[in-house]
């Protein structure tokens, strides 16, 4: 696997959402993946990018663009938030903290080959995610 | 501030979402759609999101407040146009947009709201195929 190109992106406000999906639809395209492909991987990118604005209290995401046997996007998004006390309960559909439906966590997994939470209470998150071309 | 804009054709609100939303706009639409029924009286809306590239769990909640909104305002709501790949990610994701009256097109759903504001299909909630 090589990463062809990485780019970070800043979390910080609803219109950096906005941006977060526009640059993965751009990457997602360039790679050359599937229209529901590409749906699959910018949605799971917007609803990760909220967890990291809302729940984090802002942070980033890292886009990084890959290749080797199989293209793929991994997205790591990262925040120095409270952290997550129990993240299988946090990965349960409808569980939520916020005003949400409590799909984000859940729903993201679904849209993606790979996934990956790491949280430490107190200290912050960090969700890395693969999706395969 | 940036809006969405909001037709008015007779009892109908028309509404066409051609840019990616901001959660904040989204939210603005939501209001601005209650508030226009209640003062224009509107039995319908229609939500046009064919320009729509994709509808995360917050658009599908705006959905489906507006349509719930609406109904307690005594008027219906139908969202036309989505997408084939924005329906398959949305269902994935965990959402079918229950509550929210659906239809392929412009054309399909206006005939929706035609058809139950005769009376003949005052409670059916589903996909309607033209």
């Not at chain 1, 559909?93 to 939470?117: P, Y």
């Not at chain 1, 790491?118 to 998150?125: I, R």
């Amino acid at each position: 696997m090589a990463v062809i190109s990485t780019e970070t992106l800043p979390v910080v406000s609803e219109a950096d959402i906005v941006t977060v999906r526009r640059c993965v639809r751009e990457s997602a395209q360039k790679l050359g993946f599937s229209l529901v492909d590409q749906t699959k991987v910018v949605t799971a990118a917007s609803e990760l990018a909220r967890n990291t604005l809302i729940h984090g209290r802002g942070g980033q995401m890292e886009l990084a663009a890959l290749n080797g046997p199989r293209a793929g996007i991994r997205l790591v998004f990262e925040d120095k938030g409270p952290g997550i006390p129990n993240i299988d309960l946090a990965l349960r559909d409808g569980f939520t903290t916020g005003s949400g439906l409590g799909l984000g966590l859940g729903g993201s997994k679904r849209l993606v080959n790979e996934f990956e939470v790491k949280s430490q209470v107190g200290e912050g998150t960090r969700v890395t995610v693969t999706r395969w071309k | 501030m940036e809006k969405i804009p909001i037709l008015r054709m007779g009892e109908y609100l028309l509404v066409t979402i051609q840019v990616d939303m901001h959660d904040r706009l989204a939210l603005t639409l939501q209001d601005d759609l209650t508030n226009r029924i209640s003062q224009t009286g509107a039995k319908a809306v229609l939500i046009d999101i064919s320009s729509l590239e994709i509808v995360d769990s917050f658009i599908g909640r705006m959905l489906g407040n507006i349509a719930a909104m609406s109904r307690v305002l005594d008027a219906q709501t139908v969202v036309v146009g989505m997408q084939p790949a924005v329906a398959i990610t949305l269902v994935e994701l965990g959402m079918s947009l229950e509550g929210v009256r659906t239809a392929l097109n412009v054309e399909a759903g206006m005939e929706l709201l035609r058809n139950s504001a005769d009376g003949h299909e005052e409670t059916q909630y589903g996909s309607y195929f033209h």
